[in-house]
């Protein structure tokens, strides 16, 4: 088992470029998740999606989008990169439920100049 | 906003020494977790504590859980170097939808 994967694992953007970041995972879980880690800030959530065909805004959901392709997949959209956007971003997923841990993915590491 | 504050920030120790950190949450919780994020890389679930838990055990970790304080606490007992990383406190709301609120994790450096 690969666990949870995400590509790519260094990225530049330009200001005002786009770009989809990949996540999958092949544990058969329900919800997939995808966070920003800046630096003394903790993990913030992006958005979520708690089971196939749903997603949600999560604390800072402005300037992304999200597609839950299938079951495995779920990909982070940025429209138009801004330096604020600069982040590691991690990708994440677990059972749907209560009382279960998350699994992620070794982090995408965005730079936006 | 953050649910989970940690406490201390950052904590340095000599390798064989305990290492305990804290955690505090505003809201009313199903569970609290703790992971492990080594420099650079993914984070890794330590251990789960249920609400009507007070105390668990897992290898040289212990974990506390007090709902009226809203507060826990991670103790690793005798250290090691590859003990290393920021830890992270993650609470499951009640209610909250099947999502984990992260704080803003203790760095722990364990010296040699």
């Known amino acids: 088992n690969a666990g949870v994967t995400q590509t790519p694992k260094f990225q530049v953007l330009k200001t005002g470029q786009s770009m989809t970041l990949q996540c999958a995972q092949d544990?058969?879980?329900?919800?997939m998740y995808w966070y920003r880690q800046d630096p003394g800030m903790g993990l913030r959530l992006i958005y979520y999606?708690?089971?196939?065909?749903?997603?949600d805004k999560g604390e800072v959901p402005n300037g992304y989008n999200v597609s839950r392709l299938n079951k495995r997949e779920f990909s982070l959209r940025l429209e138009s990169a801004a330096p604020s956007q600069t982040s590691v971003y991690f990708c994440?997923?677990?059972?749907?439920?209560?009382?279960?841990?998350?699994?992620f993915g070794p982090g995408t590491r965005l730079t936006v100049t | 906003s953050q649910q989970g504050e940690e406490d201390p920030q950052a904590l340095s120790i000599q390798e064989g020494e305990n290492a305990t950190m804290n955690c505090s949450y505003k809201?009313?919780?199903?569970?609290l977790q703790w992971y492990r994020q080594n420099s650079g890389r993914g984070l890794v679930h330590l251990i789960l504590?249920?609400?009507?838990?007070r105390e668990k055990h897992s290898g040289r970790l212990r974990v506390t859980l007090d709902t009226s304080k809203k507060s826990s606490s991670l103790l690793i007992t005798a250290s090691r170097a590859a003990d290393t990383a920021s830890y992270f406190c993650?609470?499951?709301?009640?209610?909250?939808?099947?999502?984990?609120?992260f704080g803003t994790g203790t760095q722990l450096k364990v010296e040699l």
């Open positions: 994440a997923s677990r059972l749907y439920g209560t009382d279960y841990e998350q699994y």
């Open positions: 544990m058969n879980h329900n919800s």
């Open positions: 999606s708690a089971s196939e065909g749903t997603t």
């Open positions: 809201t009313s919780i199903n569970n």
């Open positions: 504590i249920r609400s009507n838990e």
């Open positions: 993650a609470t499951e709301k009640t209610g909250g939808g099947n999502k984990l609120t």
